[in-house]
């Protein structure tokens, strides 16, 4: 019988793994022009440290997390966001220790969430994400706008939408909760079990949901705006205002509080506005300041923020902003396909292709005695720049003959020289494939 993958995870092969692996280069390129240094923390972490940082209000521990009890009878989740991990990683290592602040990490990798699959959404995804503790200062929020704003502006979005909102401080918030409760109060009996439950534990959450019929309700919802102190606006406006300076709009969304409860201060996200056809698979990332969760799970007094993008959703736009790219022949493709013709010749393939890895150039060769078209046909099928022949009479002669296999031009090539004459084939074999696709682009 056959083994179905996991619902909502998806498996990342060959062009697609490239594609991530692209899209993650960027991540990290762009988090080490910001000084962030990389953390990876494990997949599993025992259970309470989600409950007390993403909260008992939020959605993912109410109905998302993978969370199991091991052999040893102790409660381990699989992580559904990485800032918990990073936060006890903290703790535990005591990063905070002489520590130059803000410290500064950045982290690529899987996250897990019972979410129903839709578009955009699945159950095992990758997220990349920095956080800067140590600074609580409204420049280091921008700094996290930015980062975030660069890496999806370079996939080759045109616009990227920023949503941007204050929580306020304590203060503000706990005021505002009292007037949800209250404006709430004659309308949570029609309002969906979810609803029911946030009034209870955490108002601010109701304004999340996707419900339609609690969507209308929720417009007429006192606004988060109305109860902000003046430090609070300041802040907010501080960001806004620093943020167009370094040439990012955002827009006020007063309805943003994002699905965790760690939050406090500014919250943001990013979205992508594509054209009719594209699916609206959400935010593309978020990020935003906490100022209590280092000090929740153990660690200092220490503020912090932090961003996390969402790999699969970028690697969708990516998809549609390329769709039309020509991929440049090369690409994708093997230097060298080396044919042996026969057993003792296959023996001998294997050193050369030994001495061509080591020179830096890829290869591949066959093991199996095959004739010489399906040889070739192989290396067609492999996308081979070239193929190397080695027969009974170039292991005699010492020399072997490399086929271009775009221009079909054929040259015999000393094996004492493979090395190098290897190396100026394929130089020049990339030169004349730039060359063409400049003239074919006019250039
Ligand atoms: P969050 O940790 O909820 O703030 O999510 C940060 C980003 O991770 C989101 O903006 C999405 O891009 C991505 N993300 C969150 N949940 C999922 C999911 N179930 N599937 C795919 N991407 C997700």
Do not use: W
């Amino acid at each position: 019988m056959e083994i179905n993958p996991v619902k909502g995870t998806h498996d990342i092969v060959a062009s697609e793994a490239d594609k991530y692996h692209e899209i993650e280069n960027r991540c990290r390129f762009f988090a080490e022009l910001f000084a962030y240094k990389e953390i990876r923390t494990p997949i599993i972490e025992h259970t309470p440290l989600f409950l007390r940082s993403v909260g008992e209000s939020s959605d993912i521990v109410n109905k998302e997390m993978y969370t199991f009890n091991d052999k040893g009878g102790r409660s381990l989740t699989l992580r559904p966001e990485m800032t918990a991990g990073v936060m006890r990683s903290i703790v535990t290592n005591k990063l905070y220790a002489n520590a130059d602040f803000p410290l500064k990490y950045f982290y690529i990798g899987p996250c897990f969430r019972y979410e129903r699959p839709q578009a955009g959404r699945y159950r095992q995804f990758h997220q990349f994400g920095i956080e800067a503790i140590g600074a609580p200062n409204y420049h280091q929020d921008v700094e996290a706008v930015v980062l975030g704003y660069h890496i999806i502006e370079t996939l080759g979005l045109k616009k990227v939408h920023v949503l941007i909102n204050s929580l306020g401080d304590e203060e503000s918030r706990n005021n505002y909760r009292e007037a949800l409760r209250k404006y709430f109060a004659d309308k949570i009996e029609n309002m969906c079990p979810d609803c029911k439950r946030r009034l209870e534990v955490n108002p601010l959450r109701i304004l999340d949901c996707k419900v339609p019929e609690d969507i209308e309700i929720v417009k007429g919802a006192p606004k988060l705006s109305d109860y902000l102190s003046k430090e609070s606006k300041l802040y907010l406006d501080s960001v806004i205002a620093e943020l167009k300076v370094l040439g990012i709009e955002c827009e006020i969304d007063n309805n943003l509080v994002r699905g965790l409860d760690y939050y406090t201060g500014i919250v943001f996200e990013y979205h992508a506005k594509m054209g009719e056809d594209a699916k609206d698979v959400g935010a593309l990332g978020g990020g935003g300041h906490y100022a209590h969760l280092l000090k929740d799970i153990g660690g200092p007094d220490l503020e912090g923020v932090g961003l996390s993008l969402g790999l699969e959703r970028l690697a969708y736009i990516y998809d549609l902003i390329h769709a039309d790219d020509e991929k440049p022949v090369f690409y994708d493709s093997v230097d060298f396909y080396v044919m042996g013709l026969s057993e003792s010749n296959i023996d001998k393939c294997v050193s050369l292709c030994d001495l061509i890895r080591r020179e830096g150039m890829s290869c591949e060769q066959n093991y199996e005695v095959k004739s010489i078209k399906s040889l070739f046909k192989t290396a067609d099928r492999k996308k081979a720049k070239f193929a190397i022949i080695v027969g009974d009479d170039e292991i005699k002669t010492k020399t072997v003959k490399v086929k271009n296999l775009v221009s079909q031009t054929q040259t015999d090539v000393k094996m004492d020289d493979l090395g190098h004459v290897l190396h100026s084939l394929l130089q020049e074999y990339l030169e004349t494939i730039y060359a063409k696709l400049l003239e074919d682009k006019g250039e």
